[in-house]
């Protein structure tokens, strides 16, 4: 019984670890596209270079919907 245990605990621990991958690399390129398809004047890497608090708290709130989006959407 203990290797079943152990083998199942590895087992969702990469499912876990492919998950997270998969909504980082999501959560990025929606910000990339934020950026390049919605906010056109505004070059939010650049801003961020320059210490622009509002849009490092626009970045982040926009990751945190995606990561919100996308847990909900893997639970089911």
């Known amino acids: 019984m203990?290797?079943?245990f152990l083998a199942a605990t590895f087992f969702n621990l990469a499912i876990n670890l492919i998950y997270t991958l998969v909504s980082l690399l999501?959560?990025?390129m929606a910000l990339r596209f934020i950026d390049s398809k919605l906010l056109k004047n505004i070059d939010i890497e650049q801003e961020l270079k320059e210490g622009n608090v509002a849009v490092a708290i626009f970045a982040s709130t926009i990751l945190l919907f995606v990561a919100l989006i996308i847990s909900f959407?893997?639970?089911s």
């Open 2 to 4: 203990g290797g079943e």
């Open 26 to 28: 999501v959560g990025v």
């Open 73 to 75: 959407g893997l639970k």
